[in-house]
């Protein structure tokens, strides 16, 4: 596995409370992703960065904000949590964009619960 | 807008017998077609991929097939065996913005049956 970790790896919250995710790399990759998976829906991008404060929305990105203040970090903030964003959250990484291929290298995974 | 669209939802095979798992994506301009397999409870994991420029591509009892005409693509696991149980996800390279985005299918669920 590419050397991509999360944390945390699993979180109960409450309704209204602030929950931030991050993903930590070591492979130097340029660019970095925050999908979400549930049921039915496959992965959907929420936010990315194309480098230190470079980021830019994905399909599902209300209600979700991201900060990239180095290289290998990259967090993803749900300011007020809300039920509907009960999900697995996962990072990805990838070096090549632009033609050519787009290989992503996928994080563990974060499992979040909004009561 | 981007879309892929993956078939079926579930598939169950006996051990030994092949599986096929198609995806159609919506911009022709797509060039690169990643397939990802997920164990219950892991990440997804790259399996084998293809670009525009070839019509098939095979690695050991997994092969890829493309139709940029058609705008369809479809996975091909020969010899199936129960560790092949998984959901299975196709995705297509769509351009626009600072990078390039992924767009994924809804998955598959293959059981192999022993």
């Known amino acids: 596995d590419a050397g991509i970790t999360q944390s945390p790896r699993h979180k109960v919250t409450e309704t209204g409370t602030p929950v931030t995710l991050r993903c930590h790399q070591t492979?130097?990759?340029?660019?970095m992703y925050w999908y979400r998976q549930d049921p039915g829906h496959g992965l959907r991008l929420i936010h990315y960065?194309?480098?230190?404060?470079?980021?830019d929305k994905g399909e599902v990105s209300d209600g979700y904000s991201v900060s990239r203040s180095k290289t290998e970090d990259f967090l993803l903030t749900l300011e007020s949590a809300t039920s509907s964003q009960t999900s697995v959250y996962f990072c990805?990484?990838?070096?090549?964009?632009?033609?050519?291929?787009?290989?992503?290298?996928f994080g563990p995974g974060t499992r979040l619960t909004v009561l | 807008g981007e879309n892929v669209e993956q078939h079926p939802s579930t598939l169950s095979v006996q051990e030994g017998d092949s599986a096929v798992i198609k995806c159609t994506y919506s911009?022709?301009?797509?060039?690169?077609f990643p397939w990802y397999k997920q164990e219950l409870g892991k990440r997804p994991q790259l399996i084998i991929d293809?670009?525009?420029?070839?019509g098939e591509k095979k690695d050991q009892r997994i092969a890829v097939t493309l139709n940029k005409t058609a705008k369809h693509f479809s996975l091909h696991i020969t010899e199936t065996q129960p560790e092949d149980s998984a959901v299975y996800f196709c995705?297509?390279?769509?351009?626009?913005?600072?990078?390039?985005?992924?767009?994924f299918g809804t998955g598959t669920l293959l059981a192999v049956q022993p």
């Open positions: 960065s194309y480098g230190v404060k470079d980021t």
């Open positions: 995705a297509a390279l769509y351009y626009g913005g600072a990078t390039n985005k992924l767009i």
């Open positions: 990805a990484i990838s070096e090549l964009a632009g033609g050519g291929t787009d290989t992503q290298y």
């Open positions: 911009d022709s301009a797509s060039n690169y």
């Open positions: 293809i670009r525009s420029n070839v």
């Open positions: 492979e130097n990759h340029r660019y």
